[in-house]
């Protein structure tokens, strides 16, 4: 079932008592794309002009809230975990997984009545485009992951600096979470570059949406105890395009170079200068890397079909 929010959003049940908020821009005759976003963050935080520069190639572009983010489903009956179980990797019963999440995107795919689209998933939400380009290969035409990692502790783990940051508990009242969200986005944005013009003003919205801090400790421990995936990754057939930051300092880019090497024939970009964020500058590179990704696969996609008829 779906309904139309007066935000210009809808919400689709997915199943398993989940919802999904989710929007959407372009041509639906035009080849779909799902972005689907990282830790803690919502379907705004894939900035509109972003967006835009994928509509203007000729893409159908959808966004989404993950569960425990923005207007989906929130889960307070599962305790968030504490920084114990975050070590130890022992959650409270009824912890949903990496699995879990690509359960609903699927969900959200059949309720939108896309049979499959171009998955384009950002640092968690590319760890979550991996898990349904794996586990639902009929419904991925090709996959883009994203300063995102493999699950390995080996690759792609934090700089050190980062952690304390990281790990300070925002402030509850509206001006301080912006205050605190603008300098955890600028310590692990790309360095040099100022916060863009309209961060502020796009945190306020995402404080007005969604204030819930416990969600993002429940993503986290998704991605925790969903553990390494690279021998998952080595079954994704989907063509696949691997972006990452050569200056990231959340997913360092030993992650990104892990998770092209493990899913075949992946091709990597790496981005000189880029953190883990997607600055202004880069858009159109970043835009043109994913359209001409989507028309590979459209073509092999068309191809193999006429062979099939001939």
């Known amino acids: ?13 997915v199943g ?57 489903t929130h ?4 305790p968030p975990p504490g920084l114990r179980a975050l070590l130890t990797r022992r959650f409270a019963p009824g912890q949903y997984t990496l699995a879990d999440m690509a359960q609903d995107s699927v969900g959200l795919l059949d309720a939108l009545e896309l049979d499959s689209v171009h998955l384009v998933g950002a640092s968690m939400g590319g760890m979550i485009a991996q898990t349904v380009a794996a586990s639902y290969p009929q419904r991925v035409r ?11 502790r080996r690759s792609g783990q934090p700089a050190l600096g980062s952690y304390r940051l990281l790990l300070s508990p925002a402030p509850r009242d509206r001006d301080g979470f912006v ?12 360095p040099g570059m100022p916060p863009e013009p309209e961060l502020g003003s796009v945190l306020e919205h995402g404080y007005d949406r969604d204030a819930d801090p416990s ?15 690279t021998a998952a990754l080595r079954t994704i057939s989907a ?25 075949p024939a992946a091709r990597m970009l790496t981005i000189p200068g880029m953190g883990h964020d997607l600055p202004r500058v880069h858009w159109p590179q970043i835009a043109d890397a994913i359209t001409e990704q989507v028309a590979g696969a459209e073509r092999s996609s068309a191809a193999g079909a006429e062979r099939r008829r001939g």
């Open 1 to 13: 079932m779906s309904t139309l929010t007066s935000h210009g959003e809808r919400l689709d049940d």
């Open 16 to 72: 398993r008592g989940i919802t999904l908020c989710s929007d959407s821009f372009g041509d639906p005759a035009d080849p779909p794309i799902l972005l689907v976003m990282g830790l803690g963050m919502q379907l705004i935080h894939w900035p509109e002009g972003f967006v835009a520069e994928l509509v203007e190639r000729g893409l159908f572009v959808v966004r989404v809230d993950n569960r425990d983010r923005g207007r989906s």
């Open 142 to 152: 090709s996959l883009v992951s994203i300063m995102s990692s493999t699950g390995s």
């Open 215 to 229: 969600g993002t400790a429940r993503q986290l421990a998704a991605i925790l105890a969903s553990g390494d995936r």
């Open 239 to 263: 063509p696949t395009l691997v972006i990452h930051g050569s200056r990231d300092r959340l997913v360092t880019p030993s992650g990104g170079r892990a998770t092209a090497r493990a899913i």
């Open 75 to 78: 889960l307070p009956e599962i």
């Open 179 to 190: 205050a605190h969200q603008t300098r955890v986005l600028t310590a692990i944005g790309s």
